[in-house]
């Protein structure tokens, strides 16, 4: 079955920091892939997508790049700020009807 | 309504009482999904919905819980004889479509503790 892991967590960081979370995934086919954020108190939120190889997600500064030999999609940030603090799920669909297969979550913490 | 809602926001009930968790979906959205938060088990799919049926129920864990939905709209997922392990958070999702065009957009989830 498909399945998603993401780097071991939490993660802490200093404002301005560069930011990598690494995301692998074992999936039949050629899903689409996410990253999905999920703020102190709120929903979950669609961070960024790829849905074919080489696509690259970006939203807030944030980016991922469907890579289909290695099977991955990090996300990275090239100066994290406070308000990024949160945590975040890497993701996978199963393009036949849409099920979210999702990886375990890592807490970012940022430090001013 | 502009998101997705789900209420109540938070339940606590005791051990071996139903509860019924709703959601109401973006407008015009046909495809429903139902998710678990919990500590040591991550974010798991539950079922899913497209219209009022239920394709893939493959994730509900055992025959204490069932969910329905009407009208292509609201879903309700129950839980009967509720168990500590029930305690979680329920998020409900829909979408404008199925697969990976259409992202999914989650309500702010139900927390629900079972003394």
């Known amino acids: 079955g498909n399945s998603v892991t993401q780097m071991e967590g939490p993660v802490t960081l200093s404002e301005e920091a560069f930011l990598t979370i690494n995301c692998t995934y074992t999936a039949t086919g050629y899903p689409s892939l996410f990253w999905y954020v999920q703020y102190p108190g709120e929903g979950l939120q669609l961070l960024l997508k790829?849905?074919?190889?080489?696509d690259k997600g970006s939203n807030k500064g944030f980016e991922a790049t469907y890579r289909k030999e290695t099977t991955s999609f990090h996300l990275e940030k090239g100066s994290v700020q406070v308000s990024d603090s949160a945590v975040y799920f890497c993701?996978?669909?199963?393009?036949?009807?849409?099920?979210?297969?999702f990886g375990q979550g890592t807490i970012l913490t940022v430090h001013p | 309504g502009a998101g997705v809602s789900q209420s109540p926001s938070n339940k606590v009930t005791e051990k071996g009482k139903d509860v019924e968790l709703r959601c109401d979906p973006i407008s015009g959205h046909t495809a429903l999904y139902w998710y678990r938060q919990s500590l040591g088990q991550g974010l798991e799919f539950l079922i899913y919905f497209q219209g009022n049926s239920a394709p893939d129920k493959s994730g509900l864990p055992s025959d204490r819980f069932s969910a329905e939905r009407t009208g292509g709209s609201v879903s309700t997922l129950t839980i009967q004889r509720t168990q500590q392990e029930d305690s979680a958070v329920y998020l409900c999702?829909?979408?404008?479509?199925?697969?990976?065009?259409?992202?999914?957009?989650f309500g702010d989830g139900t927390r629900l503790s079972i003394l």
């Open positions: 999702a829909s979408s404008g479509g199925t697969g990976g065009m259409q992202p999914q957009h």
């Open positions: 790829a849905t074919k190889a080489d």
């Open positions: 993701a996978l669909i199963d393009t036949s009807y849409g099920k979210l297969t």
